[in-house]
């Protein structure tokens, strides 16, 4: 067992907590709790850390956990293990993940739903920086059944502990990219049919209004600033969520949620048309 | 100026910010950021705080925001101020707001949307615990139209700072109430002719496929258990938001805006048609 805060280990994970720098070069994650932990795919599962107490309490859960991989659980102290987690009141267990390695190939092609036969139904995030909204989003995003998600490279680390948690293991799943030519990227994305859309305040249409039952692309910008303009001006068309009372802005999450269930509902009934009409033919 | 972290005002700040119970002895909550204090309507806005910098900096609008009203600004020295804020890297403004006091003869009628001639459409939380998640459904709440929103008793407090935050403004103008006795102040609802949907994992039907352009009441639950059966048991019907992927749930902010957006939907439709048909008749 690991009793002291200053063992390289602990070092260690302090490290990729912290440094979006650390995660990056070891291309790893940490995900907090025993939940996060099971729905790591594990060929990805690299390192479970558990505190003592949390051995006791669920040594059957570590168990199952563990069964079957080749990971072994590192014990540590309650002191260390709060030292090394990114909770306040860690529930005892956390694990050190390898990043999903899409083809270099055809990312973009990925984010559009790969050979699913699916619409594409994408999300393009600008400069979004609180990690919770990023991870809400991401949830969100496979909830409403979108294809992947395209974030500017100066969006907040999607890596980050709180966005982690916050996906509620839909990080493990959802299909995301980060562009550093984010203009470029959604270039591509148009090439492929996707028609671009930006939730924008002055937006002349009401976004219930347009139809995303084909390739669709949605373009949210920052909490605070919105979508900067060189980005807007890559759309198709700017809608606005209308607002009713003094509100000015809505939460990003709330906004992208907004647009992704509309669509999402959109899909559905063109589904229940065609499969009414097919029953008419017959 | 106050310098010192044990001044009395400075520890009456501290208590007010970190327990409820001094909030609700007092009748006020803290609000922070300039836009929060000056959205802050004049009769309730109490005290205000700025700190030596932020003075410095933002006269124009410190004066500004003072202009006929009785409030004088208190200064604080930067340590000061950062340890009475919440906020880890404080604007340097907070103030002291008053609560809003809905005539207690009509609370119910308030959140149906008064005499606005409105139909109602509430929100009514159930033991929802994350503060942000509470603020970001008041400011949603706000912008898709909701009249009211009821909340049981053990939720978390609205007037927590970071809720109060997360609501951007909309504290000072939604109504809401907290009833101790939930299922007697739905029960008031149904008389007045609201129907209640809960929003549940094993609703039958989808959300989408009802008509919510009557009085409407959405039952939001806990982050992590849902809602309590007795408190589901009061619905009419029960609905569910489809879900794709592996996610086993919403965030409940996501939740409440995706049923909150749909309402408006369909109410915005529903007038559209109403106009069309007038137009007709003419």
Redesign the interface.
Known sequence: MITSTSNPKVKRLVNLRKKRKARDEEQVFLAEGLRMCREAPARLLREVYISEDFLRRERKAVDELLRGKEVRAEVLSEHVFAYAADTKTPQGILCVVSRRKPSEADKIRELCGGEAGKSPLILVLDNLQDP?NVG?IV??A????ATGILMSGDCVDIYNPKTVR?T???IY??PFRYADDLPYAVQRLKDMGVRIYAAHLEGRG?Y?AENYTGGTAFLIGNEGNGLREEVAALADCRVR???????????A??AA??LM??A??QR??AKRRCMSGASIVK
């Not at 496979?142 to 059944?145: D, R």
Request: net charge negative; proline share 3%.
């Open positions: 919770g809400t949830r969100t496979e909830a409403a059944g916050s509620m293991g839909s799943r959802m009401d219930d969520i209308p607002m009713e009372g003094q509100v000015e802005s809505l939460n999450a709330v949620a907004a269930f509309e999402g509902r559905r009934a």
